[in-house]
């Protein structure tokens, strides 16, 4: 979807990922190295005995797909050549600290003067300016400042964070989409954009507005290790841990009867347990003793079957549990196989492994072969005698200026079916940018975050769900029932007379039943893009599994990637690919759609939730299929640098993140500590000796902080020049004067539940401010409005169809 784009990636380790995702939309990306090789390549495992830069396996996941040529950027005479290769770029991604570029003449008015159509995003902790700017950010202190850490983990013990550098996989495809956005505005514009892309900022869609409920209820989100909430989400099995939700609600009560009638074929259901009301059960009101008998049962049962056992039930039977895989069961997986997710690869030197391939399916079928990461400076001669020679190329003749308030997708129209987090908040970045959005939706049927709130006998119930409301601002909604032909007809004409796009989230099989189907709408629309998400994706054995995002972070590998090594798999709070997958399948759209610009042809995407998050783990698969040492829960520790972890200070469940990777870190920090009798052991004077005796270097560290104010604390270390971060919650966020700088919080009205803040996403454009005008919609608050404004019904039409329930 990208061929003829040429990318220059600059990026180190946070940015490598994205690198490779627009290489497989189909840019022509190189890799940009030191003479002596991207320190990446220096990083294990490695597919071999010894440690060699070509068969390091993080860099062939993550560099997959690219070309690679050397400079020194750090001598004038590479930079020259930089700034060559730059005229023949289209897009530069980098992640240097901010005030790089600038201080080598190249900051960003330079090039706009110099190189108008070119497109810079940079990747940083914090953003390109404002006062945490210049802080430094690894995956631990950027996923402890966004809000992720504080809730994940046991509360017993520190907050924790993945094993694998979740931000990494939050940032990138955001930039993606940022990338792709900025080349809209360029086809309409003639010029580049600048995307500045927070890391901390991409965090907090992991908290599923967060923040914003905090507004309405005023309750913190705690750390509940295993739960959700009040109820286990986590169970022991006979050889691991499972995901099975205890909760309530019409979409989880058919997966209890069913799970209750399992236990009872194997002659362990109770008795009471058998005739229990489960029509009845809500988690906000059952008493803790009532959980913990339901817990009791449930728990028994699952420890005497294996995770292979339970999960071919749940497949059976349509019960939403879920393994915890590893990594071989990930890459053995018969539905990931079927789909074919998995290509082999060349490794320099000899030998193979296997990649997870894609993210998105297309209706005009596989993506090419996935072509081996480059060796050092492979591509030398090729690329700098052909970029230094070619200009970027020329789009259409479009007029120079800003696009100010519009938006780079005003006019844009997307008809959005499904409900829950990962479809709407997919087609939450377009609104952002203008786009208008149409949800349909019925109170026959209403979206099941609309019931999170729901309080009998409060008629307006579905209207103040704040979950809902935050996900979906500036959309309207039409209430269609869709089992009805009329309903089924009024969306097949807003597809052909208004949409320019139609995402669903649906289970596979339920718009083909509603005729809603890529094969029907595109006989009406034949240059309709169209977007399916769901779990498993629309195709293979196991495309019927229900599940939501919890039962996917389980599936995808990354509750057995979080946690402590000693203890129970949890998974990042928020179940990650509720948050992980719309940023893929933004930018899967986004770029889909910029091709239709170009060609006219529309097609269809096909993203599995759980591919997206496979994907993003794509070292961890790579690790495992070589026979490497794949990663496993850690806690926060690193097999790199010590300390590295989460340390108390003063106040209740308040903590400090903290890394240190070289030697002259650690001698600031003693400094900072005072240079204390026990950091003077030689012991701790090299890395190896710190991380061999890591136990008792965080001890001494923790006893350091404890007692501190983590802000002055921070401030110290930071001004140390050390890599630190609070560990904060929502209120804190709420208050953090770097997402204030940026104006991560934009505050709407919304008719019942008053003044909210909403989130912007994770990047900005130099020349597209983008943000909201309106909160999320009431239910059916725009019928009126989209069947008579759209589609030119009357007002006596709309009543009828309101009376038969039609609109409903």
Known sequence: MLTGLRVLDCSDAR??????????????????????????????????????????????????????????????????????????????????????????????????????????CAITPYGQKGPYADLSGGDLTVVAMGGNAIATGP??????????????????????????????????TGRGQLVDVSMQECQLATLMAGPGQLRVDGRKVRRSGGHMGRTREIWPAKDGWISFGLRGGPSRVPNLVAMVALMDECGMAPDWLKSYDWSRYHVATVPDAEIARLEAAFAAFFRTRTMRELYDEALRRRILLAPCNDAAEVLAHPQLR????????????????????????????????????????????EVLAEWTRLPAAEGPDAPSGGLGARGIFQGLHILEFGGGAAGPLCTKYFCEQGAQVVRVESRKRPDFLRLLRATAGDPEALEKAPMFVLLNPDKKSVALNLQTGEGRELARRLVAEWADVVTENFAPGVMERLGLDWEHLRAIKPDLVMLSSSLFGQTGPQRQYPGFGGQGSAIAGFNHLTGYPDAEAHGPFGTITDSLSPRFAAAALAAALLERRRSGRGRYLDVSQIECGVYSLSAWIAAQSAGAEAASRRGNRSPEAAPHGIFPVAGDDRWIALAVRRAAEWSRLCRCMGDPPWARDPRFHSAAGRLAHVEELEAGVAAFTADQRGPELMEQLRRAGLEVGLVQDCSDLLEDPQLRFRGHFQPLVHARLGELPFERCGFRLSGSPGGFRRAGPLLGEHSSEVLGGILGLSEPEIRRLEEQGVVV
Request: with cysteine.
């Open 15 to 120: 940015g490598h990922l994205a690198g490779r995702i627009l290489a497989d939309l189909g840019a022509e990306v190189v890799k940009l190295e030191p003479p002596s090789g991207d320190p990446v390549r220096l990083r294990g495992p490695f597919a071999g005995p010894a440690a060699d830069p070509e068969r390091s396996i993080p860099w062939l996941a993550l560099n997959a797909g690219k070309r690679s040529i050397r400079l020194d950027l750090s001598q004038s005479e590479g930079r020259e050549r930089f700034r060559q290769l730059l005229a023949g770029v289209d897009v530069l991604l980098e992640t240097f600290a901010p005030g790089t570029l600038e201080a080598w003449g190249l900051g960003w008015e330079a090039m706009q003067q110099g190189l108008p159509r070119l497109i810079r």
């Open 338 to 381: 079927s789909r074919e997710l998995f290509a082999c690869v060349e490794i320099p030197g000899g030998g193979s492994l296997e990649l997870p391939a894609f993210f998105v399916r297309r209706s005009d079928g596989p993506p090419p072969p996935l072509r081996r990461a480059p060796r050092v400076g492979e591509h030398d001669r």
């Open 155 to 188: 509360p017993e013990r520190p907050p924790v964070r993945c094993s694998m550098p979740t931000s990494h996989y939050h940032a990138a495809p955001e930039a993606v989409l940022g990338i792709l956005m900025a080349l809209h505005a360029r086809e309409q």
